[in-house]
């Protein structure tokens, strides 16, 4: 028989370490918080698709690259594939909707999903990449338009890396701009295209090149750049922070997230593989507002 006052020394036992499991469980959703929680200036709101723990139930992401479907679904790698992320109301929903990763992808205007693979560009057909195109360089690397049927190229294993080169969907490749330091990110609307090096912004049209911004001195290499449909709104990265422009200067509106940028349906997307943690991020409109204003 179990006397009164076992019971009374099992029960305070099982309090302990129930006390015990919800201080570790607590100090565990706090830490993850805390890994994956970014900052922002006021008027701009976050919403997390991958966190450091999502991301180790999924398998590690690899590499630099994610796009942005129509529908506001995600598009990015890991080592078993291409994976296809949708928010839902309780979390995320995720799809592979390839078995092998290509050596860079984006969308076109349309949502067409546009790869190189093995020094071939192509695209997606029947859940498997074509090998259309045979390009002049290994590593070439494909920048993103929002442009139907369009795309960019650049980079390269003893190219011109230099040179930003504008692929069309009849099968012409031509040279869209050269500009003096190698080229690292494009991207587009109908009135320009916008050029990152390390460590400047150019704006192209059919009438010139100009320079948008010169990094100042102590500012992190440029990784990443994004701009609007309308021409308002540019974004660019380094590796930790995210900047908006506001006439000549440069804000930093995610201070301690950066990486690749996509602005997708109003949204700044930021992917950073160092985090493991990509948001996408609304309110941009307010930016530009209060940039008019002068605040």
Known sequence: MVSHLQLKLIAAGLLVIALGWVWWAWHRTKRD???????????????????????????????????????????????????????????IHVDRITEKQPDSFCLDGQGSLLSIS?????????SEFSQAVPLPY?????????????????GGDGGEGQRVYAFFGDGTLQIEAQIPENVIAVSDNA??????????????????????????????????????SDDKELFFATEKETFFMSGLSAVAVLPD????????????????PVRQTLIAVSGVDDLVSRSKNGQ
Not at 138 to 154: D, H, I, P, Q, V
Not at 207 to 218: H, Q
């Open 33 to 91: 918080l805390q890994t994956s929680e970014v900052h922002t200036v006021q008027g701009l709101v976050v919403q997390y698709i991958l966190t450091p723990e999502r991301v180790n139930a999924i398998g590690e992401m690899r590499g630099t690259e994610f796009d942005v479907e129509p529908n506001g679904s995600v598009l990015i790698g890991n080592g078993e594939g291409l994976l296809e992320i949708t928010t839902t109301a309780d979390g």
């Open 118 to 126: 093995q020094q071939y560009f192509g695209q997606l057909e029947n």
């Open 191 to 228: 009135s320009a295209v916008y050029i990152a090096s390390q460590q400047a912004i150019y704006r192209v049209t059919s009438r010139r090149i100009e320079t948008v911004l010169r990094a100042p001195d102590g500012l992190d290499n440029i990784v990443s750049l994004a701009v609007s």
């Open 138 to 154: 290994k590593n070439m690397r494909l920048g993103a338009s929002s442009l139907a049927e369009s795309t960019y190229l650049f």
């Open 257 to 272: 997230i950066g990486g690749t940028l996509r602005f997708r349906n109003r949204k700044l997307y930021v992917w950073s």
